[in-house]
Nanobody, 122 residues
Framework: QVQLVESGGGLVQAGGSLSLSCAAS????????MGWYRQSTGKERELVAL???????KYADAVKGRFTISRDNAQNTVYLQMTNLKPEDTDVYYC????????????????WGQGTRVTVSS
């Protein structure tokens, strides 16, 4: 019922910036947070950033101070502004919308987009 469509991935030089966007549609009442995970071949999918409907945000330590997550409620869209990109940021980035516990960031369930690839060259 929930559909998530990412865009904005591409190639960027180290130290540069990219912005990702993800538009959500369908069954949005079942989502209280949206965000981004990333995954490389052979690795687990890891949290990048989450933002609750009320604007509370969570970031992975690896991206704190460099990435900013935001949302446009009118557009049902979440963004990830990435700055000071590093080669280790190279990954497929997946948009997520899901339900997280109100007293923690424990995930009850997530919906996933198809992913958009970010490549950071050195």
């Amino acid at each position: 019922q929930v559909q998530l469509v990412e865009s904005g991935g591409g190639l960027v030089q180290a130290g540069g910036s990219l912005s990702l966007s993800c538009a959500a549609s369908g069954g949005l009442a079942g989502i209280n947070a949206m965000g981004w995970y990333r995954q490389s071949t052979g690795k687990e999918r890891e949290l990048v950033a989450l933002i609750r409907n009320n604007g509370m945000r969570k970031y992975a330590d690896a991206v704190k101070g460099r990435f900013t997550i935001s949302r446009d409620n009118a557009q049902n869209t979440v963004y990830l502004q990435m700055t000071n990109l590093k080669p280790e940021d190279t990954d497929v980035y997946y948009c997520t919308g899901g339900w997280y516990r109100t007293d923690s960031w424990f995930r009850e369930y997530d919906y996933w987009g198809q992913g958009t690839r970010v490549t950071v060259s050195s």
